[in-house]
């Protein structure tokens, strides 16, 4: 039973430590590898296709979304109306 158990904890340890000898994600500051012709052409070309498709992007004017609910004038003062009186109806016992 305790050989089975030394080999899982080695085989759990082995698989991170594998892992960081695989060369996969370059580091910051490593140079690019050199590219073959056809793949600059290729890239050349996608960044053609990109600036034709900005080219298809119509000009959008200023938008105003509260546009419709506010008015161009400015707002009229509204005149108040005095209260009317009112008058005092039965008793008033106090």
Same mark, same amino acid.
């Given at each position: 039973?305790?050989?089975?158990?030394?080999?899982?904890?080695?085989?759990?340890?082995?698989?991170?430590?594998?892992?960081?000898?695989?060369?996969?994600?370059?580091?910051?500051?490593?140079?690019?590898?050199?590219? %073959?012709?056809?793949?600059?052409? %290729?890239?050349? =070309?996608? =960044?053609?296709?990109?600036?034709?498709?900005? #080219? @298809?992007? +119509?000009?959008? #004017? +200023?938008?105003?979304?509260?546009?419709?609910?506010?008015?161009?004038?400015? +707002?009229?003062?509204?005149?108040?109306?005095? +209260?009317?009186?009112? %008058?005092? %109806? #039965? @008793?008033?016992? @106090?």
């Amino acid at each position: 039973m305790r050989v089975f158990l030394a080999a899982a904890v080695i085989a759990l340890l082995a698989g991170p430590a594998y892992a960081q000898g695989q060369p996969s994600v370059p580091k910051y500051g490593d140079a690019d590898k050199a590219k %073959t012709p056809q793949e600059i052409e %290729t890239d050349k =070309e996608a =960044e053609r296709a990109y600036h034709r498709s900005l #080219g @298809n992007i +119509p000009d959008k #004017g +200023p938008s105003d979304p509260w546009g419709g609910v506010r008015s161009d004038s400015a +707002p009229k003062p509204v005149a108040k109306a005095a +209260p009317a009186k009112r %008058t005092k %109806t #039965g @008793n008033s016992a @106090n």
